[in-house]
């Protein structure tokens, strides 16, 4: 039965309690083969395809009136499309929103995980565009699902030592690919590869939904999740040689922003929310721009 | 000093606003009526119908007036409006062969019972501009009436055709329920129904383009146009509690049945096969596209050499909708800066790698 | 109250009810071996538990079938209940639905009954939830795996006497398999294909 809301003509969540059901069901299957795709049948959506429809109806199918909601978009809670989703479930579900990522129990995310360590009991809900790791080795779905079904995952190795014999290194530097409790080889999204340890062991329940490929699949706590590399070229994530210029921290991931046309820039948090704690917590970056690249 | 880009919220609010006013131009130009787009520009409210999987020509004429005449964001609307409405059931299949008919052209008989009817159409237009049309003149001339067939009396071809066994039959119902990609995801490999569906909801240009490549050698399929027709139908629902069928109303279609390359084996006298295609309205290009990539989607089937684009089910139903199309291009707007930084990271090192290596040219030649 | 005369309600507020049902079932499947609270105050037919109704209400419909062990079937205002509440099919065949009701554990038809998914689709595969009356986090099985921090342990009861070897059997399997979820008054806990069990 669906209830819609007399003010937002919409059912809480925006989705049927129907479709609730049919995503509910898949992400229950999800949770029970960590790192395996599940097939759903992902709805249209009031916002376009591309901009985080499955991450979407995950989180309206877990979201309760209790909940507390965080959104973002590149690690900020301010990017246009984090603000606009964010504004969608307070309308059609009027939960309470927060930026802090230790407040909110589901966290929606495109492109980061927080550097706050995530703790039990929040649920990390990713917003994924292609969800086949194999999908740029293999593009036929027939073929990736059986390579996946026999674990044949030779395919990735090969791709990754190409990279290592062309450029020395493995230049896949976003979506790099994870094995999941030891058997299912996953994508686990456009994050910077700097963000894949924190995958690891994590103490949150991460749910990924992609809407325009139909797929949502998970990752339950405290599960080994292992970045793919080879004994002679361990994995290593990004370093940067610098701290952030507002607050300071490092081992952080930073974006880059241009100050001026004559090459200066700065180095800050992707994650503004840790960076903005920091700074309330009386950390201070130099604030100093540079000249060119390092 | 820098200040982390802030005010997503006002900036979207601002661009709302702006959106509504350039919506609405200049405000001394009279307002369109939705009743005006609905009678004025009904091919393109057709065509928004189709690909938005919805027959409501006053709610795709309202999304094309919101989309500024956007086709693909009408689509969009109309298609996010339909996934919130409750679902009844399926319809009794339209019997097409009892269209009350507009327009109906074969172009494999000169002649055949019920007549060619052209009815309104571009074919024989010359493309003159029409500087009377800017003068906003008087209301044209009602036509002649053409002599409209009565629909008993105007047999689809292709049931001409299966009279003598010249075509395959069309496989029998079964009663196996078609799938419904609006409520499954799709799997592969999909079978001809919805195949069928994914067409018909597919972007009226790609398909185009792929039944075009058909003609040009990639899976070439030898197609005639056994028919066109162009009319209304009723829609029939058999409720549940009352178990016989009860009138919902009628709605304009446009049907296209090609007849295509024979076959036959040492069991099998040689028969046309067929492709074909639906949509709504007024919709013949759409139509007959459709029927073409359906045609060639068959190839596999029929065993027929594969290797074309418009034989490849997986890349076409993966590939044919507009909205998933223009979604994933159109999100490479959206911020990547954390990606790019990753992929920056790694040229900056491996430039260094490069210029560390090319400073000791001596070792260098010395190796070679 | 007579069954047959008056059906017994479903959710008092079927969309919120429904999403607790459902988060406990998640955090349960996201973290075997612990329990987690179900709060239901719906009267079901007997021997249908109100845990059991709750969880096919919250999660069974038209596109996921149920089907009801003998005990559940013997008492035709259940059926009547669940399809009046969910709309799902019940039925004959185990290896058809999506979510079979044990009201009688002990009892429990062996797991190869059930659907299995296949090496492609093992997510086209059954959960069972059965109708337990103990269920303790601090003794029993010895439990590792995706969701478990170091070791949990879990106790549930009653179990058929093989239920150790038809769980080591179902692990064994994966990525095929069923998923288990015990309901028992007010409380419940799952174990999904995943996790390894150590010792009964």
Request: a negative charge.
């Amino acid at each position: 039965m669906t209830t819609a809301n007399p003010e937002t003509g919409y059912n809480f969540g925006y989705l049927d309690e129907g479709t609730k059901r049919m995503i509910r069901r898949a992400i229950l299957k999800a949770i029970a083969i960590p790192g395996y795709q599940v097939p759903f049948a992902a709805r249209e959506m009031p916002m376009p395809y591309g901009w985080g429809t499955g991450g979407v109806q995950v989180t309206a199918a877990i979201l309760g009136k209790h909940d507390v909601l965080k959104v973002i978009d590149q690690g900020s809670d301010d990017t246009t499309n984090a603000v606009s989703i964010r504004a969608f479930f307070a309308r059609t579900a009027d939960v309470a929103v927060t930026t802090r990522t230790r407040d909110a129990t589901v966290i929606q995310t495109r492109h980061r995980i927080p550097e706050a360590p995530l703790r039990d009991g929040q649920v990390l809900v990713y917003q994924v565009p292609i969800p086949e790791p194999l999908r740029f080795l293999e593009p036929r779905e027939t073929e990736t699902r059986q390579l996946h079904a026999l674990a044949e995952y030779g395919l990735m190795h090969v791709k990754l030592y190409e990279d290592i014999a062309r450029h020395g290194h493995i230049a896949t530097t976003y979506a790099y690919p994870v094995e999941v409790a030891g058997r299912y080889v996953m994508d686990p999204s456009p994050t910077p590869k700097f963000d894949n340890p924190k995958m690891d062991d994590c103490p949150a329940l991460q749910l990924f939904g992609a809407g325009r490929e139909k797929r949502i699949y998970a990752v339950p706590p405290h599960t080994r999740v292992k970045s793919l590399d080879f004994e002679d070229h361990p994995f290593r994530v990004q370093t940067f040689d610098r701290p952030c210029a507002l607050c300071g921290a490092e081992g952080v991931y930073l974006d880059e922003v241009l100050l001026d046309d004559a090459g200066g820039r700065m180095f800050v948090c992707s994650d503004t929310d840790h960076c903005e704690e920091r700074r309330a917590e009386g950390h201070l970056g130099t604030g100093g721009m540079e000249t060119a690249h390092a | 000093m820098y200040v982390a880009v802030k005010g997503g919220e006002a900036a979207i609010a601002n661009a709302h606003r702006l959106l509504a006013e350039t919506r609405r131009g200049d405000t001394a130009v009279p307002e369109l009526s939705v009743a005006q787009i609905r009678e004025q520009m009904a091919l393109l409210v057709d065509r928004v119908m189709t690909e938005g999987s919805l027959h409501d020509p006053d709610l795709a004429a309202l999304a094309l007036k919101q989309a500024r005449g956007d086709l693909i964001e009408a689509v969009f609307l109309v298609r996010a409006y339909r996934t919130t409405l409750p679902r009844f059931g399926a319809s009794e299949p339209v019997e097409t062969g009892a269209m009350s008919l507009r327009r109906r052209i074969s172009a494999t008989y000169k002649d055949l019972p019920g007549g060619q009817v052209l009815g309104p159409t571009f074919d024989y237009t010359h493309r003159l501009i029409d500087f009377a049309l800017a003068a906003e003149g008087e209301a044209p001339v009602a036509a002649e009436s053409e002599p409209l067939p009565d629909a008993a009396h105007a047999p689809r071809v292709t049931d001409l055709l299966g009279q003598d066994g010249l075509i395959e039959p069309s496989a029998p119902d079964d009663g196996t329920p078609p799938g419904d990609l609006t409520r499954e995801p799709l799997d592969f490999p999909a079978d001809r129904a919805l195949r069928l569906q994914a067409l018909a909801r597919g972007d009226e240009g790609f398909v185009l383009a792929l039944g075009y490549s058909t003609q040009r050698g990639y899976g070439r399929t030898h197609p005639f146009v056994g028919e066109i027709r162009v009319g209304t139908v009723a829609v029939e629902f058999v409720p549940e509690e009352l178990g016989f069928p009860v009138p919902l109303g009628e709605i304009d279609l446009t049907e296209c049945q090609m007849v295509n390359q024979f076959h036959g084996s040492a069991e099998v006298p040689p028969q046309f096969t067929r492709g074909y295609g639906l949509a709504f309205g007024q919709s013949e290009r759409k139509a007959m596209a459709m029927a073409l990539v359906d045609r060639a989607l068959r190839a596999e089937e029929l065993g027929e050499p594969l290797g074309a684009p418009a034989q490849d089910q997986e890349f076409v139903l993966a590939h044919c909708d507009a909205l998933q199309a223009t979604g994933f291009v159109e999100h490479l707007k959206l911020p990547h800066y954390v990606d790019f930084q990753a992929e920056l990271e790694l040229v900056l090192r491996l430039r260094a790698e490069h210029a560390a290596r090319n400073a000791a040219p001596a070792m260098k030649e010395a190796a070679e | 109250m007579s069954g047959r005369s008056m059906l017994a309600r479903g959710f008092a507020d079927p969309v919120h009810d429904a999403q607790g049902v459902f988060r406990a079932v998640m955090d349960a499947l996201a973290r075997p071996g612990t329990i987690q609270a179900l709060a239901t105050d719906l009267a079901p037919p007997a021997p249908l538990t109100s845990e059991l109704a709750a969880l096919a209400l919250a999660l069974a419909d038209a596109d996921a079938p149920l089907w009801l062990d003998a005990g559940l079937a013997r008492n035709p205002a259940v059926a009547g209940f669940l399809r009046f509440h969910t709309g799902a099919r019940i039925g004959e065949d185990p290896a058809e639905a999506a979510f079979a009701l044990i009201s009688d554990p002990a009892a429990c038809p062996d797991f190869g009954a059930f659907a299995q998914g296949t090496p492609a689709y093992p997510d086209r595969s059954a959960t069972l939830v059965l109708a337990v009356s103990d269920l303790s986090d601090r003794e029993g099985w010895r439990l590792d795996g995706p969701g478990i921090r170091d070791s949990a342990r879990l106790a549930a009861s009653p179990l058929p006497a093989d239920i150790a070897s038809r769980l080591a059997r179902n692990h064994a399997g994966f990525p095929e398999g069923i998923d288990l979820i015990f309901a028992a008054p007010g409380r419940l806990a799952a174990l999904p294909r995943s996790t390894r069990i150590a010792g009964a």
